[in-house]
């Protein structure tokens, strides 16, 4: 259980760290660094290219390449936020993050649930398309963005 909120916390030091400076939010360099190690394992693993996920915060486009598709999953795996059942769980996100973004999960959650792919790679992908066309906004300013 430990672990587990150690990768809650890890997911919403992330978020954080794209709040703009002037929000007075700062961020340990170490856990900075740890995540970061984090994604380049998820690039190593996947294969995807750092252009890849450059384009797809800076153009706002969901790539549909299998290797894109595999490092959401691996991130969401990496942060505990989705099971060996390939269930999503963006509602442990809830125990760590401040109460005023709890409602836009919770609406997250209720809206898309886990959408089943054929593995967990498109589960994954699936269900970060259908948060996009929920609340896009919160998405690509608060969670994508955490991947480029």
């Not at 969401?76 to 989705?82: A, K, N, S, V």
């Not at 649930?113 to 269900?127: P, R, W």
Request: with cysteine; proline share 3%; net charge negative.
């Amino acid at each position: 259980m430990a672990a587990r909120h150690l990768s809650l916390i890890l997911a919403l030091l992330v978020i954080y760290d794209l709040i703009p400076v002037n929000q007075g939010v700062e961020i340990n360099p170490t856990i900075i660094r740890q995540v970061r190690k984090l994604r380049m394992r998820c690039i190593n693993q996947t294969g995807v290219s750092v252009e890849t996920l450059d384009k797809s915060v800076k153009n706002r486009i969901l790539p549909a390449e299998p290797d894109f598709k595999c490092f959401l999953y691996c991130m969401f795996d990496m942060f505990g936020l989705i099971d060996s059942q390939n269930i999503m769980h963006l509602e442990a996100l809830l125990e760590v993050l401040p109460e005023e973004i709890h409602k836009t999960i919770n609406g997250l959650v209720g809206a898309c649930g886990t959408q089943k792919g054929k593995d967990g790679c498109d589960t994954a992908y699936e269900t970060v398309k259908c948060y996009i066309a929920t609340n896009g906004k919160f998405i690509w300013e608060e969670i994508i963005v955490l991947i480029g």
